[in-house]
């Protein structure tokens, strides 16, 4: 099975002109969150990635971080979960624990987790999208 086969599932986190702003969200540890993204990623055993990406669009909606699906959720009918308002912990640890479920396609969503759920806006990618833009 070749790379795109195996591909884990996906945290994109948002890091664009108002997501993990401290001035424009200020009371949120913005750092610790990809911090703490990035260690659970590396934790996981290759379960999860964690990859940084400039501004997707709903900035009104900011933090957005999408979860995007391994290739086996997706080939079970997971789709990119777009989250918004993803700032404060229980958020983060929410993510967290549904990616190392398995994520989209693969393990439901924590319920709470849910309610934050946001449209993508129209025409909205985030595969193979920018891929000159990514930070790591
Ligand atoms: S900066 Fe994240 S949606 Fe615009």
């Keep these: 099975m070749g790379a795109a086969g195996s ?3 996906t945290l994109v986190v948002c890091r664009g ?11 949120f540890d913005h750092d610790w969150q990809l911090a703490r993204l990035r ?5 996981s055993g290759g379960a999860f990635a964690v990859r940084t990406t ?15 699906p391994s290739a086996a959720g997706r080939r079970a009918g ?11 912990d229980d958020c983060t ?4 624990a549904w990616a190392a479920a398995g994520g989209p ?7 709470t987790l849910e309610l ?3 449209d993508p806006p129209r025409g909205a990618r985030t595969r193979g999208r920018r891929q000159g833009a990514v930070r790591k």
């Design 116 to 118: 934050q759920f946001i």
């Design 78 to 88: 997971g789709r990119a979960a777009w989250v918004g308002f993803a700032m404060d």
């Design 39 to 43: 260690a659970a990623a590396d934790a």
């Design 17 to 27: 002109c108002c997501c993990g702003d401290g001035r424009k969200h200020p009371g």
């Design 93 to 96: 640890e929410e993510i967290l």
């Design 7 to 9: 591909r884990p599932c």
């Design 105 to 111: 396609g693969l393990a439901d969503p924590p319920t």
């Design 54 to 68: 400039d501004c997707l669009g709903p900035c009104d909606q900011a933090n957005v971080i999408v979860v995007q």
